[in-house]
Each structure stands twice: as structure tokens, then as C-alpha cells.
């Protein structure tokens, strides 16, 4: 069995090229007067280059207010803290809702992993959904999709923590300063400082914020864990699409290396690609993954390589993290399937 994922290819996205795209889709045509569809974007942190800007959104609400239906922006906090001015704010009425930490559900489930996942309450209010991701590697699970945005993005901050802390980073002993820099930027303080700094785990959020300020690269992402917070992610995302109408949309435009500052470097790895739909999450991400191993790869200055077609970019970031693990355990959970036709649009 195949899912169908759609592909626009250009080397400029613009709002118009979105909206063309998912006027494709049966998610748009059988949208019903009065829905309410949420469309999850970024609007806090909008410095950060990572994610999709909101500025791209104002042609998809017109597309789906001609339908008759009501459109919202919405998006979670993060766990690492995020200062008032970067967030985005619209001077038409376009409505924005930053989804509230408070309003969540404990659901119980019987899966590999976990037995109970935390839930926003309000993104159940919503009819339907639309996923816009900017598709690229992640420094910890490999690749940022469509799985991983409505895993991890779409929750309350608390479901967020839960997540990360199955890979909570560590220190090594070899390179550990003691300069109290991690201490001192630590949200929650619980890294203490003796010979060499120590994190208490049982306060830990594992927001890796550590890891971006330590000056010799001591403090590490914990990649021999990515299996349990993939399995947690895919187990968490089955709870929250359940019985939910989604269309998920990729984003392959300046796809860089690292925008995490993990000491990777953020060079482009491949040249700009297009845009890919579909309703199926697993295929989607997996499409997109495979386009980009397909292209030819720009040289990195940090890795003194450059990638030929058919090789595998994220591997050759991260060699420790199998970026085709998260797929493969999303489409065990039946969250879509890794088998896929591709339609040029």
C-alpha cells in the first residue's frame, strides 16, 4: 500500500506556491461551512530561521475562508525561554492563539513505551488541522517533519518535557571546565558544579540548553537514546491525531545543517527544492528525506566533504543517529506508511 505526496518544485516559496499546492488536496475541497481549522505555525521565536514563518499563512486562511470555515493560527511554547519580542503579532484580524500550558488531558495508553501521555485539550477543539513544517536534520532524532512537528510541537510544554527527557544530555568528564556557565544558564537550575558539573536528572526538562552554551563541547546530546524518544514521539503523535483530519506540509527550502547551534556548523547542505503535501505524515517525511538524499550536497566547511547523489546527508552530520529509525518506528505504529508515490503538481 502507497500514499500518495504531492510535490511543487521551486527555488522561491512564497504564499501563493502554499496556497496552489494545498488547493490540490481533498483536505481543502471537503472542508464544510463553520469548521474550525487550525493551521500550526511558528509565532514565537520568529528569529529563529529553523521554522515556517507566519508571514507564508495569509493565503492559506483566504483559501479556507472562501470555503466558508474559520481559520486560527496556533502555536505551543517552547520549553527553553523565549523573549516577548520575538513574538509574532499580525496588524490585520487574523486570529493567533498561543496554546495554553494549563488546559491539558493525562491520557492513559497501553503502547511500547509509555502508559500515559499528556494532551492539549485545546488543540481538540479543532475540526481539522494543517501541519506546516520546515522540513531539515535535527541534532537528536535526525530528521524534523511532519512527525516530529505534531509529536512534539503540537503539545503543552509539560507533554513537551515528558518527551525530551527519555534523551536527556550529559557531561563529559573529558573537556568539563567547571566554569559554571551551564549552571548559571540552566532554566531550572539543577546542574551543580563540584569537580565538574552534575545534572539532577529528577529536574532536568532536557530543553539542551546546556549544550548551546558550554565553550568546549563537554556537554553532549544524548543520540544513544534516540530510539526511546522516537518511540516516544510516534506514541505521543498516535494520541494526539487520533480521530483528527490532517493535512501535513513540508517545506525543502534552505535546509541547513544545524539550526540548533549544536557545534555542527550551518551550512546549507542542499540546494532549495519545493514544497510536498500529503495526509500521510510517514510518507511525507520520508519522501522528503529521500528527495534530499537524491540531490547532490553542497560542501560542508566543517566536515571537508561534499556529498554526491544517493548519499545519505544526515548520516554524514550525525553518524550516530539512523534518521530512517524515526519513520520506521512511526510507520510500526501504523501512523502512516513508508511506501509512497510521488505527484508532480
Do not use: W
Given at each position: ?6 510535490i ?14 494545498l ?18 505555525t511558528?509565532?514565537l ?7 515556517v ?10 483559501l ?10 496556533i ?17 490585520n484580524?487574523?486570529?493567533?492563539k498561543i496554546?495554553?500550558d ?6 492513559e495508553i ?10 492539549s ?10 501541519i506546516?513544517t ?5 541534532y ?17 510544554k ?51 540548553y546546556?549544550i548551546?552554551?558550554c ?35 513540508n ?35 520520508q519522501a ?15 566536515l ?5 547523489p544517493g548519499?545519505?546527508k544526515?548520516?554524514?552530520l550525525w553518524?550516530?543517529i ?13 501512523l ?10
Open positions: 500500500m502507497t500514499s500518495k505526496v504531492y511543487t518544485k521551486t527555488d522561491k516559496i512564497t504564499p501563493v506556491k502554499i496556497k496552489e499546492i488547493k490540490k488536496s481533498q483536505f481543502i475541497k471537503q472542508l464544510k461551512p463553520d469548521e474550525k481549522i487550525a493551521i500550526k511558528n509565532l521565536d520568529v528569529e529563529n530561521k529553523g521554522f514563518s507566519p508571514k507564508y499563512m495569509d493565503k492559506i486562511i483566504k479556507i475562508e472562501s470555503k466558508n470555515a474559520k481559520a486560527e493560527l502555536d505551543t511554547n517552547h520549553i527553553y525561554h523565549v523573549e516577548n519580542d520575538t513574538q509574532y503579532h499580525y496588524s484580524n487574523i486570529k493567533q496554546i495554553d494549563s488546559k491539558y488531558m493525562d491520557i497501553d503502547s511500547k513505551l509509555l502508559k500515559k501521555v499528556i494532551k485539550s485545546e488543540v481538540d477543539e479543532y475540526d481539522k488541522l494543517i506546516l520546515k522540513f531539515k536534520p535535527h537528536l532524532i535526525g530528521l524534523e517533519g511532519a512527525i516530529k512537528t505534531t509529536g512534539v510541537d503540537l503539545n503543552v509539560s507533554g513537551k518535557i515528558e518527551l525530551y527527557k527519555q534523551a536527556a544530555p550529559f557531561i563529559s568528564k573529558i573537556g568539563c571546565l567547571a566554569c559554571k556557565l551551564c549552571a548559571q544558564e540552566c532554566p531550572t537550575k539543577t546542574i551543580t558544579i563540584n569537580s565538574i558539573a552534575e545534572i539532577n536528572y529528577a529536574g532536568c526538562i532536557a530543553c539542551n546546556c548551546r552554551v565553550p568546549t563541547d563537554a556537554i553532549k546530546p544524548n543520540r544513544i537514546k534516540t530510539d526511546l524518544l522516537n518511540q516516544a514521539i510516534a506514541e505521543y503523535m498516535k494520541t494526539i491525531t487520533q480521530n483528527k483530519d490532517i493535512i501535513y506540509i517545506i525543502l527550502n534552505d535546509i541547513r545543517a544545524d539550526y540548533e547551534h549544536t557545534q555542527i556548523g550551518n551550512h546549507k547542505i542542499v540546494d532549495d527544492i519545493g514544497i510536498l503535501m500529503s495526509q500521510d505524515p510517514v510518507a511525507l517525511d522528503s528525506y529521500d528527495i534530499i538524499n537524491q540531490k547532490p550536497g553542497n560542501k560542508s566547511p566543517e571537508k566533504t561534499n556529498y554526491l548519499e545519505d544526515i548520516a554524514g553518524r550516530t539512523d534518521a530512517q529509525q524515526q519513520l520506521n518506528i512511526a510507520e510500526e505504529e501504523k502512516g506508511t513508508t511506501q509512497y508515490e510521488l505527484i508532480h503538481i
